[in-house]
Structure formats: structure tokens, C-alpha cells
């Protein structure tokens, strides 16, 4: 009798419960439908609004407005206000979302500058084994016309849509050389052109050392052909080079990672407001190593792509991290096809690694009062545990197990590095040597570098200092306030002790500038895989890696559960 009363009460409860909660969720129903509807309303009002804007212009604007051009900056303009990766791609740019997820284009495959001041575009960087390299075209090249037409004065742009075209298509390209009385014209036979996800990989010290530059299509395949052929020629462990590198497709970083681990190994979970943006990826190959030490090379421009492979190889414990924390893109994006064939590049989701984490930097959905959105601060991350127990941390990308510090460069090279003087020296200094040493043992004489300071010097370049800028706005904020009397002679002093002296930061910083020189001369000879050779002589980020490599017990600690 008891327990049927107890239950008759339990059963009288839990029937007021049940209207109690069905009449909450028709409430909830009705605030959600009321809340769609609202969304949907202001959607339709804002559209309407806009196209009578546009219709508006159209028809009383003083001057005829394009409707392409019009709408495509109105739509650019709305997309800046989400996130940087959230792209529309209309028809005539899809060559370039193409390229961007393949590699591949079809053109000359080379590398070209525009020079402030100069009225023709130049040849920067022709690639290695492709048509412009061939044919005969060459770095300091000036572009004088392309099938016959005056490239004078056109963007470069302009330049790069005349020289792409249909693969086995014929142009002539009339240059400029320097040292050479007249004109060329030299006849190129356009090819797919594929860029070297791998640019480079060999052995150092004892160690196989691989380059990914990016994560196009197949990138997996040379980083797994790579490997099995460093293994063959005896590495001890890995360096996977991941500096630079701003990602690409999500799978082939799967794939990366299912080199080195168990086949079946959860990677990585995205997350997004619809059902389609939620997956899972799990590795799906047999590894082709799992024990290897393991060495990854990251810096501030390692991103997306490069941070799942880096953070989920440090969640699993099977790799150690070295070198600068990286960029915080945990962000994924998917093409939408539109109308008239255009693409949108959306983002529709976040990714989560191993441990369980995010790295995303920034919080696009929170932006101050001048619309900037806000960095996520290190006090709100959390901790997460890598398989072993070592503690991680989301936002803000992966912070490497090893920190190194990163070269600081000195405004003088930044400015010379934007210069035309600089290009000029290395043009008249190549058309006097045919050849040079091998890219890992060339260097400068004293001759050659007292020859560029003059170069210098007599050229136009004209460098104002980041201390003379600020004195000069001291000096201005100084006389606003109506302290600039006072303060004269001060500020003749520091003008006196902050002049600048062009030859004196020649010498001050004469090793970086001739890193750079030899590096600009070095890619006219060896190509990129020559200036990757000769980087590896100072690279400290390699050196703290092969150090991490020689000490097994160090790296066994670094990568250990903690005490």
C-alpha cells in the first residue's frame, strides 16, 4: 500500500513534469520560431534594401556604373567584415582558388616583380625545370612586350594574366637584359606548372631533412617518397620543416600524420553550425614508420594545414615541437559553387586535434569599437593533455615543446629588400661571373661587399630611420602642446646623435646584408633548392633540432608523461 501510494504520488508528479515541460518547450518552440523569423525577416529586408541601392545607382548615378565591378566590391567589402578566409572567387579569378588547393597553372612558371619608379615589370625568379627556365628567360629581365604588346606601365596583374595561358600555347616574350646591347625575344611554350609541394629534402648531420612547403594535392606522396628514400640512405630521425608554411587541404595533413601513427588514429573533429560541417578523420593508412624520432620546425606564418600536423603529431606525444609558436588558424574552410560559376570559400567550421583543443588566435565574432576582432588572451585558454599526460593549451596556436628565438631583422634590410637597388647590384653582379661555388660554400669577397656599399651610396636609396620618425613626431606633438621651446635644445642634441649615416649601417650590419646578397645571387644559379642548402649552414632552428635528435634521453624526457 505504501510503495502503490508512493508510486501514485511519484505518478501524479511526473505527469504535472510532463505538461510543466510541454508547455516550456511550446514556449521555447515559440521564442526559437519567433527568433528564426526575426533572422529571416531582417535577411529579406537588407537584401531588398540592397538591391534597390544598386538599382538606385544605376539609374541616377551621374555616370554609368558597372554592375560587375559595383556589386563584387560590395560583396568583397561584407566578406572583409567576417573572417580573411571567407573569399568569393567569380568566374574569371577561379584560376586562382585552382592553383591555391592544386599547385598547378598553366604558364611559363616564374616569379615576377614590379619596382616602384620603373616602368616595365621584371623576371624575379624563374623556377627550376619549368618553361621560362628553359627557354632561356632569366632573373633580372625586363619585360618589354608579351606577343607584341607594350607591357609599359601595366600592373603586374596585368603582366602575369598576358604570360598564363592554355597549356602547349606559344608566346613571345621581348626583354630587357642586363649587359645585353638589344633586345631579346625569346619564344616560351607555355606547361602545367606544378610547384613543389617538397622543394627540397636530403641529409644532414646524420638526419633526413624534409621540406613541405604547402599542402596542395598529393603532397602526402612526395613526403612519404621523401622518407623512404632518407631511410634508405641511413637517417637516425626526421626534421619535417614546416616553417612558413600556411597550410592547404585538411586531408593531406591526415595523411602526413598517418605516416608516423597507428592506422585507425582519431586526428582530427570539425565543428560547425550545420550537420555537413561536422566530421571526423581518422588515419587510414598503415604508417610507414611509427618509432623514428621526430622532429617538427614551426614558426609565426605555420598555419591551418601545418598546425593540424604539428599539434596533433605533439596530442599523440610522437613528435617534438621546435621552434616559434605558431599562427592560430583553427579554422576550416569548404567552396560553395554560385551562379555564373563562381565559388565561395566559406568558413563552416573549426577543427579540434587529438587532445581535444582549438588553436584558433582570433574571435571573429567579437570586434571592438573600430571593428577589429579581438585576440584571444593566453588567461582565457585552457588546459588540455597530450596521450601522455603532458599538459597543452588551446587558442593561440601550438606553442612548441622548444622554444627558439627568431632573428630580428634591422629596418636598413627591409628597406634594401624592397628596393630596386638591391636588384640592380645582383643583375650587374651576375652578368660578370658566369658561375659561382656551390650554393652551401658560397659566400661574398670583401671586394664584392665594399663594391655593393658603393653601389649603394651612389644610387638614389634613401632610408629614413624609425628613431628620426619618432623624434620628428615628438617634435610635432611637442609644438602642439607649446613645450617645443623649451625642449630645443634637447632636441638639437638627439638630432645630432640620431642622424642618420647610410655607410655607417652598411657596416653595422654588414652580416645580415650579406646573407641577403648572397642569397639573391645563389637563387640565380641553384634556384630555391640552392638557397635552402645554404640557409642550413645558420639555421638555429635545425641546429636545436639535430641537438634534440643526437640526445635520445633528452627527447624521450621532452616527450614523457610528467612527474
Not at 96 to 114: E, F, H, N, P, S
Not at 142 to 169: C, P, Q
Not at 180 to 196: F, G, H, N, Q, T
Not at 239 to 260: C, P, S, T
Request: hydrophobic residues 35%; contains cysteine; proline residues 4%.
Amino acid at each position: 500500500m505504501y510503495i502503490f501510494a508512493e508510486t501514485s504520488i511519484a505518478m501524479k508528479n511526473i505527469v504535472k513534469g510532463i505538461a510543466l515541460f510541454t508547455i516550456l518547450g511550446l514556449t521555447s518552440a515559440r521564442i526559437w520560431a519567433q527568433k528564426t523569423d526575426d533572422h529571416n525577416f531582417e535577411m529579406a529586408k537588407n537584401l531588398e534594401i540592397f538591391h534597390e541601392i544598386v538599382s538606385e545607382l544605376d539609374r541616377f548615378y551621374v555616370d554609368t556604373i558597372s554592375p560587375g565591378s559595383t556589386i563584387e566590391t560590395g560583396i568583397q567589402a561584407m566578406l572583409r567584415g567576417i573572417d580573411p578566409y571567407t573569399e568569393y572567387y567569380p568566374e574569371k579569378d577561379m584560376k586562382d582558388l585552382k592553383m591555391m588547393t592544386t599547385g598547378k597553372y598553366a604558364g611559363i612558371g616564374a616569379v615576377i616583380r614590379q619596382y616602384t619608379g620603373r616602368d616595365y615589370i621584371y623576371i624575379d625568379e624563374p623556377y627550376e625545370g619549368m618553361p621560362a627556365a628553359r627557354y632561356g628567360l632569366k632573373a633580372g629581365d625586363e619585360i618589354l612586350r608579351i606577343n607584341g604588346e607594350s607591357m609599359k606601365g601595366k600592373a603586374s596583374a596585368y603582366v602575369s594574366d598576358h604570360l598564363r595561358g592554355e597549356a602547349d600555347s606559344k608566346l613571345t616574350v621581348t626583354v630587357r637584359r642586363p649587359g645585353v646591347p638589344d633586345s631579346l625575344d625569346i619564344e616560351v611554350v607555355r606547361s602545367v606548372i606544378a610547384l613543389p609541394a617538397v622543394p627540397y629534402y636530403g641529409m644532414y648531420k646524420g638526419y633526413g631533412y624534409i621540406l613541405l612547403d604547402q599542402f596542395t594535392e598529393n603532397c602526402s606522396k612526395n613526403v612519404m617518397k621523401a622518407f623512404v628514400e632518407l631511410k634508405e640512405q641511413g637517417a637516425k630521425g626526421i626534421i619535417l620543416d614546416l616553417r612558413g608554411n600556411g597550410g592547404g587541404l585538411l586531408n593531406e595533413a591526415v595523411e602526413i600524420v598517418g605516416l608516423f601513427v597507428p592506422k585507425g588514429t582519431k586526428l582530427v573533429e570539425t565543428r560547425g553550425k550545420v550537420p555537413q560541417a561536422a566530421t571526423t578523420y581518422y588515419t587510414q593508412r598503415n604508417p610507414i614508420d611509427e618509432k623514428m624520432p621526430l622532429v617538427v620546425l614551426t614558426d609565426d606564418q605555420s598555419a591551418s594545414a601545418s598546425e593540424i600536423v604539428a599539434g596533433s603529431l605533439q596530442d599523440l606525444d610522437r613528435a617534438v615541437i621546435v621552434g616559434v609558436r605558431t599562427f592560430g588558424k583553427g579554422l576550416v574552410q569548404t567552396t560553395r559553387m554560385l551562379p555564373f560559376n563562381g565559388t565561395l570559400k566559406v568558413t563552416t567550421a573549426k577543427y579540434y586535434i587529438p587532445s581535444g583543443r582549438c588553436i584558433q588566435e582570433i574571435d571573429y565574432s567579437k570586434r571592438n569599437e573600430k571593428g577589429q576582432a579581438q585576440h584571444i588572451p593566453d588567461s582565457l585558454t585552457k588546459v588540455f593533455y597530450t596521450a601522455a599526460g603532458r599538459p597543452v593549451r588551446d587558442g593561440g596556436g601550438i606553442r612548441p615543446d622548444v622554444q627558439c628565438k627568431q632573428d630580428t631583422m634591422p629596418d636598413i634590410l627591409y628597406y634594401l629588400a624592397q628596393n630596386v637597388v638591391l636588384f640592380d647590384f645582383v643583375n650587374d653582379w651576375c652578368t660578370r661571373h658566369e658561375s659561382i661555388a656551390p650554393a652551401g660554400e658560397f659566400k661574398l669577397t670583401d671586394d664584392d661587399y665594399n663594391a655593393f656599399k658603393e653601389f649603394v651610396c651612389n644610387s638614389e636609396f634613401k632610408f629614413e630611420s624609425n628613431s628620426g620618425k619618432a623624434l620628428e613626431s615628438l617634435k610635432k606633438i611637442a609644438e602642439r602642446e607649446g613645450l617645443a621651446d623649451k625642449a630645443q635644445d634637447e632636441f638639437k642634441s638627439l638630432e645630432s646623435k640620431l642622424q642618420y649615416d647610410l655607410r655607417n649601417d652598411l657596416d653595422v650590419f654588414r652580416k645580415d646584408l650579406e646573407r641577403v646578397i648572397e642569397m639573391e645571387i645563389i637563387i640565380r644559379y641553384y634556384y630555391q633548392r640552392g638557397v635552402v642548402i645554404y640557409n642550413m649552414n645558420s639555421d638555429r632552428f635545425l641546429d636545436e633540432a639535430v641537438n634534440i635528435l643526437t640526445d635520445r634521453k633528452r627527447y624521450d624526457s621532452i616527450l614523457s608523461s610528467p612527474e
